[in-house]
């Protein structure tokens, strides 16, 4: 099932990082409910770690729970997912729809995961699926930016500023006539 959906997803080292990128496109006025976050919960093993969910709200504590209490009221759904090999993940925004739907639907393409068969189904490619699945399992965290051709591209600008280790667009070509 593809929804070919415009996006661009940047990859941070650092919640600091993200977090900053994040506030920019708040700042700029982007429509936060338009905005992914997936990231490994690395810290879970040393420490107590919880969530809680009351209505679109979540909340979450533990080292990081800070960074991502502070944006499960921002963005639009939210998930904790165990994956092999990774395990805890993240995941907070219209992504979590997806990665849903993937399961549901068996979507899960030979060689991805949960996160991968999500980012799969909004059309990104396989190649850049598996690399940004290799990122998160090293402790990185990506910030999709979702939209139109115009909000992908306006986003795309601030986050190559925001020290991003990678920044690319996704986008569907434009067909003529539909």
């Known amino acids: 099932m593809m929804f070919n959906t415009n996006c661009v997803v940047a990859v941070?080292?650092?919640?600091?990082?993200?977090?900053a990128a994040i506030r920019?496109?708040?700042?700029d006025g982007f429509d936060m409910k338009?905005?992914?976050?997936?990231?490994?919960?690395?810290?879970?093993?040393?420490?107590?770690v919880g969530y809680y969910t009351t209505g679109d709200r979540m909340m979450y504590w533990g080292k990081v729970g800070a960074f991502w209490g502070g944006f499960w009221g921002l963005l639009l759904g939210?998930?904790?997912?165990?994956?092999?090999?990774?395990g805890q993940l993240l995941v907070a925004g219209p992504l979590v729809m997806w990665i849903v739907g993937a399961i549901e639907e068996a979507a899960v393409v030979g060689g991805l995961g949960v996160l991968g068969a999500g980012l799969y189904s909004i059309g990104i490619p396989k190649h850049s699926v598996m690399q940004y699945e290799t990122e998160v399992k090293n402790g990185k965290l990506l910030l999709?930016?979702?939209?139109t051709v115009d909000d992908v591209e306006r986003?795309?600008?601030l986050l190559s500023q925001t020290g991003a280790a990678i920044t690319r667009v996704h986008a569907e070509p434009a067909t003529v006539g539909a």
Do not use: C, M, N
Not at 12 to 19: N, T
Not at 34 to 48: A, F, N, Q, R
Not at 144 to 147: F, L, N, R, S, V
């Open 34 to 48: 338009k905005l992914s976050i997936v990231g490994k919960d690395y810290h879970t093993e040393e420490h107590v």
């Open 12 to 19: 941070y080292e650092s919640h600091d990082q993200a977090e």
């Open 155 to 157: 986003a795309r600008e």
């Open 24 to 27: 920019e496109l708040q700042k």
């Open 144 to 147: 999709i930016a979702h939209g």
């Open 78 to 86: 939210s998930a904790f997912f165990w994956v092999p090999g990774v």
